[in-house]
């Protein structure tokens, strides 16, 4: 076995190992120490809010930056010695379409199949099933540059998958599509990760991350805030959300006493209804009693579980002021 076979080997499950990676533009630092493992034929969600370093890590990913510090193996391939190897088995969609304007579709894809050293035969059937995949075949012998925006992005991940990447990573891929478009984005998402590929996406559709990751990633300001499954971040806001409406609607009194009551996270007034998190869902009877005592008459409650948006909002709020 080669050095590059064995390394592959050790790579089997952790696909994208990311070590105390650090990116420093001259004194300003958009990655900070950031390690991560991403296992083999998962979807993993990346969000942050603008400026977390999403884009500096996946340029690092794709070779297009090299890290100030610390290391990045994809499939056992170190980012900057085994650069061309990383190439040829990554598939990336950048923000900005990567496809030539003037040629057609089909002709997108053979350019693209034959810089990345697929033989003719190869491009032409894979060419075939992706179009289908992605259900613009009608538009193979159409110039690019007449396709729709939604078209064009389908086209944009077309090109990035005609070499069969091990590991497809996309940026943002979903702004600017309509909502059926999106969710025809998320099918074409699950079919690619259904044959095995790896993706890595970055979005700032919570509910897009929410439905399609295996695990998410929330960074801020270059540093890791959270990572795990959405159902374990969702854990990390509470059990349970609680819209309470009253009349007279009197609420700035007993805020800090709910908060004070075992089992409410947090307790604020909002848009004249009170807002709060529940740790333990036992505690909304203790709720109730609270408000009615203080002379509001409770008109209506809303339950619901927590969102990953509100997750979102949570790690703002908490951790970065
Ligand atoms: N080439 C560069 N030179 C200097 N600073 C840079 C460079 N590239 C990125 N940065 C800075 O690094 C930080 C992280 O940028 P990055 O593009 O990775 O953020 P992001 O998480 O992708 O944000 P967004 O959600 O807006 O796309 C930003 O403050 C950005 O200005
Ligand atoms: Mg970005």
């Known amino acids: 076995m080669s050095k590059m076979e064995y390394a592959r080997e050790l790579a089997r499950e952790s696909i994208i190992e990311i070590q105390s990676v650090s990116k420093t533009f001259r004194d300003f630092k958009a990655l900070n120490d950031v390690s991560l493992n991403i296992e083999k034929g998962t979807i993993f969600g990346l969000l942050g809010p603008n400026g977390a370093g999403k884009s500096t890590l996946i340029h690092i990913l794709s070779c297009q ?7 990045v193996y994809i499939s056992g391939l170190d980012v900057v010695s085994d650069k061309k190897d990383v190439l040829s088995i990554i598939g990336v969609v950048p923000q900005e379409n990567s496809f030539y304007d ?18 003719v035969i190869d491009i032409k059937k894979r060419t075939h099933r992706i179009l289908d995949m992605l259900q613009i075949t009608e538009k193979k012998d159409s110039r690019a540059s007449t396709l729709s925006g939604g078209m064009k992005t389908r086209l944009n991940i077309a090109c990035a998958l005609i070499h069969k990447p091990e590991v497809l990573i996309l940026d943002e891929p979903s702004v600017g599509l309509d909502p059926v478009s999106r969710r025809a984005l998320w099918d074409t998402i699950r079919e690619v990760n259904s044959e095995g590929t790896t993706i890595l996406i970055t979005t700032h559709y919570m509910e ?19 990572e795990g499954t959405p159902e374990d971040l969702k854990k990390t806001v509470g059990e349970r959300i609680i ?5 007279p609607g009197n609420y700035s009194p007993i805020t800090s006493q709910l908060e004070a009551l075992e089992g409410v996270g947090s307790c604020e007034v909002n848009e004249e209804r009170l807002k709060i998190t529940l740790t333990d869902e036992q505690a909304l009877e203790h709720v109730i009693e609270t408000v009615e005592a203080s002379g509001n008459h409770i008109t209506n409650i809303e339950s619901n579980r927590p969102s990953l948006e509100n997750v979102f909002i949570h790690f703002a709020r908490e951790e970065w002021h």
Do not use: K
């Open 208 to 226: 897009e991350a929410d439905l399609l990751s295996d695990r998410i990633l929330i960074m801020h300001r270059g540093n890791i805030v959270v």
């Open 65 to 71: 930056t090299r890290p100030s510090s610390g290391s």
């Open 243 to 247: 819209q309470i409406t009253c009349t």
């Open 102 to 119: 003037e040629l057609t579709v089909a002709e997108n894809l053979r350019y693209f199949g034959s810089l990345y050293g697929v033989a």
